[in-house]
């Protein structure tokens, strides 16, 4: 299984930006996804999730309205588009994958729910 996250960059507050990861050795619409973020210093946190429908997206509350999680099934792959971005984004963003069947209860915030990782990618942003 691999899950190759792309899209990482320098932007300036305020700014946009779209991360992708895209999913291969697995059956894609079998799993929920997520995007979880690690600051230097500081634990990794819950950032985004959806379900293998897209009918079902959660957020932490740092990033809501601001954030948007889609996937495509079609093209094994899962996005996170970043809009308003703040300098306490910058981070690793890591996508991952599970089929817990307590995602929907509170599972879907949870690392140690998803059974397989990507290897991240760079958001930096400039105050």
């Known amino acids: 299984v691999q899950l190759q996250a792309s899209g990482g960059g320098l932007v300036h507050a305020g700014g946009s930006l779209r991360v992708s990861c895209a999913a291969s050795g697995l059956t894609f619409i079998n799993h929920q996804m997520g995007w979880f973020r690690q600051a230097p210093g500081k634990e990794r946190e819950f950032v985004a999730a959806?379900?293998?429908?897209?009918?079902?997206?959660f957020y932490a509350d740092s990033v809501k309205g601001r954030f948007t999680i889609s996937r495509d099934n079609a093209k094994n792959t899962v996005y996170l588009q970043m809009n308003s971005l703040k300098p306490e984004d910058t981070a690793v963003y890591y996508c991952?994958?599970?089929?817990?069947?307590?995602?929907?209860?509170?599972?879907?915030?949870?690392?140690?729910?998803?059974?397989?990782w990507g290897q991240g990618t760079q958001v930096t942003v400039s105050s």
């Open positions: 959806i379900s293998w429908s897209g009918g079902s997206k």
């Open positions: 991952a994958a599970q089929r817990s069947a307590g995602f929907y209860s509170g599972g879907y915030k949870l690392g140690p729910r998803y059974e397989y």
